[in-house]
C-alpha cells in the first residue's frame, strides 16, 4: 500500500518533468480531459478507502489470496518499470500526442503487444491491492469505476494517437490489454 502511495507520487512528478520537456516539440498537443479530476478522486480515493474497508470491517488475512496477490502486485510493479522505461519522456498522466513524430510512437516493450499495458497494470493493482486483505466492497466500487472511465479515456486517447499515422500502423490490429484476445 504505502510503495503504491510512493510509487503515484513519483509518477506524478514524473509526468510533469516529461511534460515540460517536451512542450518545445512543435506538433505536441494534450488533450483536454474534462473529466480527468475523476482520475485523481478515484486513484486517490482508492488509497484511503481500501485500509478503511479493512479497519471498519476487520477484514482478515487469507493466506493463500494474500500470496496470489502479492505475487500479481509484485507483477504489476515490474511492468510499471517497464512501462516507464520503456516510454521515458513521452510517460505521462494526461494525453499527450504528436500527430507526425515517428520518434514518439514506442514499439518496445510490453507496446510490442498490447496498447495500453499502463491500464493493465492499474486493473491488476485495483484487484491485487484490495483482495490482499479482503476488501471485496472496494474491489468492486472502484473496478467500476476505473472500468467506467478507462471505457471513455481509452476511446479519446485512441483516437487522438490514431492521427499519428506511425502509430495507427503499429497499433490498430494490437489488443488493448491481453495479446490476440482483447
Known sequence: WFTTIVFRLFELRL????????KSEPNLQIA??????LFVILHSSFLIIVPIEILVFNRNFDLWLGLICLF???ICLIMRISVLTTLRQNW???VVFDTKS??????????KYIRHPNYLIVILEIASISLLHQAYLSFLFFSVCNFCILYFRIRQEEAALMQNPYYKEHFQNKKRFIPFVF
Open 92 to 94: 505521462n498522466v494526461k
Open 72 to 74: 500479481v502486485y509484485t
Open 15 to 22: 509526468a510533469k518533468q516529461n511534460l515540460a520537456k517536451r
Open 102 to 111: 515517428k520518434e514518439s510512437i514506442c514499439k518496445n516493450g510490453l507496446y
Open 32 to 37: 483536454k480531459e474534462p473529466f480527468f479530476f
